[in-house]
């Protein structure tokens, strides 16, 4: 397995991505040593000391002016993570288990923590030997830290609760040892700095816009092939356009749909005789629609990139100026704020796509398509209700989009009285994500029977080699056939990214993080 060497406070986007899609082990840089050796050092003071701090001596939340004598603190801070162990529901899947616990190391690297190297060895351990926590998915409010989720990563490191190895789910204990580990006993804060921090809605976020970028990516591709099926035009999209305006995303936009048709002899066939003034706005507003989202996602991810490098327990140990200091870096407003962003271009991407799918479908607008694109309506209903299952994941994913960083409650007898609620904002982004590879990849299906009816005809290079990939799947659909598979599988290519891959790379490239 390759390792990443992560240095905290500069990990990139492309890097986490890596670490959720490729399951690649990570370690944290030699240069993050010495500020973690040295924040533990005075986690450890101020433990032998007399002077109140909170997490280290102290009781957590309401309880924080209780004393605990230091005989106790091995005590105190298992007993945290026990009684934190509250997840409930769906268990999260692997693959973002491993983002989480890559995001705990890169917060405990910055080195104001105050946990023991071994701590952190015992994480990169675990990741390079693919010991996974069972990590239930709901239970956090997004503030005070994602408390529940993360006790339970931190209980699998004392040999508590459950984890999964080599593909096995087993106690937690038992998996450590099957792969040559030992559980960890903490010492004074580091319970408290394994459950505090926004790890787990930062990892939920950034799963949500990672595939949805690769939807965009396939959005763009399944809308030039709309455009074409409709013989829509390409004059909407120069570039002239788009740079008065000024905005990156569309410009984007509108320079990967010119490269995807650039040779279509479906376009040139209607560059002059066609009646019609303009297209609908599906088709002539792609780059000001689809650009925008592009646009909402690189601002979303500008702040899970911040997210994903900083420090977010509580208290803080200032090593420069020698003092521990109680602060809120748990709260997860950020990335709420990201997670409703997303969610946003989730929808709208969905939206448009699925007004190319409808008038794609109906024989009024589609400029001499067939009725639902079957070349025996009436007989066929063709893709009438794949049409309707589209508008059927558009409409949820528009509920979806509501937004949650404006819901809150107080919790923990008042003491955290406004929450952010990101965890399950940004936990939504996968069902969304799901419906919204399904909408794209059903605009493809449709998209491409619409192009190939203009045989003799052709479509661009670059959108002939996406239609010979889609058909390498999904057949065409010369009559009624159980339609169902072709959904399933249409949206893995959305999903997997391939059909970008069937473009080249530089008409795309920089639709991403």
């Known amino acids: ?195 505090n921090g926004t790890q787990v809605s930062t990892a939920f976020a950034l799963a949500g816009l990672f595939d949805a970028f690769a939807s965009a990516r396939a959005a763009l591709i399944a809308s030039a092939l709309s455009t074409d099926a409709i013989m829509g035009s390409t004059a909407p999209f120069l570039d002239e356009i788009h740079q008065l305006r000024g905005h990156r995303g569309q410009i984007v936009a509108a320079r990967a749909i010119r490269g995807l048709m650039d040779g279509s002899a479906i376009r040139e066939s209607h560059r002059t005789g066609d009646n019609r003034v303009q297209d609908p706005y599906c088709i002539r507003c792609q780059p000001q629609v689809t650009g925008a989202c592009i646009d909402l996602l690189w601002q979303a991810g500008r702040s899970l990139q911040i997210e994903a490098n900083a420090a977010t327990d509580n208290p803080l140990v200032l090593t420069e100026t020698d003092q521990i200091v109680s602060g809120g870096n748990f709260h997860a407003e950020p990335v709420a704020f990201a997670a409703d962003q997303i969610a946003l271009a989730i929808a709208e991407i969905g939206a448009i796509s699925q007004r190319r799918i409808a008038l794609m479908v109906d024989p009024t607008l589609s400029h001499d398509l067939p009725p639902f694109l079957t070349p025996d309506p009436g007989l066929n209903s063709g893709l009438m209700i794949a049409e309707v299952t589209s508008a059927a994941l558009m409409s949820e994913n528009k509920h979806l989009a509501n937004p949650c960083s404006t819901d809150s409650t107080p919790t923990s007898a008042n003491q955290e009285d406004h929450v952010s609620m990101a965890a399950h904002g940004a936990r939504r982004l996968m069902r969304m994500n799901a419906n919204l590879s399904q909408i794209v990849g059903i605009e493809a299906i449709c998209a491409a029977a619409g192009v190939e009816f203009r045989a003799p005809l052709t479509t661009s290079a670059p959108l002939r080699a996406v239609i010979a990939r889609l058909r390498q799947d999904v057949a065409a659909l010369d009559q009624d056939r159980y339609l169902a598979p072709d959904l399933v599988q249409v949206a893995r290519l959305v999903r997997d990214g391939d059909l970008v891959a069937a473009v080249p790379s530089d008409l795309l490239a920089e639709v991403r993080p």
């Open 1 to 195: 397995m390759s390792e990443l060497v992560l240095i905290p406070g500069e990990t990139t986007l492309a890097q986490l991505e890596r670490i959720w899609r490729e399951g690649v082990a990570v370690r944290l840089a030699d240069s993050a040593r010495a500020g973690i050796a040295a924040s533990a050092a005075r986690i450890a003071r101020a433990a032998d000391g007399t002077e109140p701090v909170y997490g280290v001596n102290t009781g957590f939340g309401k309880l924080a002016s209780v004393r605990i004598a230091a005989s106790d603190t091995a005590t105190l801070q298992r007993n945290l993570i026990l009684s934190h162990c509250c997840g409930v529901g769906e268990t999260v899947e692997p693959q973002t288990v491993r983002l989480i616990m890559a995001l705990k190391l890169l917060s405990l690297g910055r080195g104001a923590s105050g946990v023991r190297p071994q701590v952190i060895a015992l994480l990169e351990e675990m990741l390079a030997r693919n010991v996974l926590p069972v990590i239930p998915a709901q239970g956090s409010v997004g503030a005070s830290g994602d408390l529940a989720p993360l006790a339970h990563v931190a209980a699998a490191m004392l040999g508590e609760g459950q984890a999964d190895w080599q593909g096995d789910r087993m106690p937690a204990d038992r998996a450590l040892r099957a792969a040559g580990l030992s559980p960890v006993v903490l010492a004074a804060k580091e319970g408290l700095a394994l459950i």
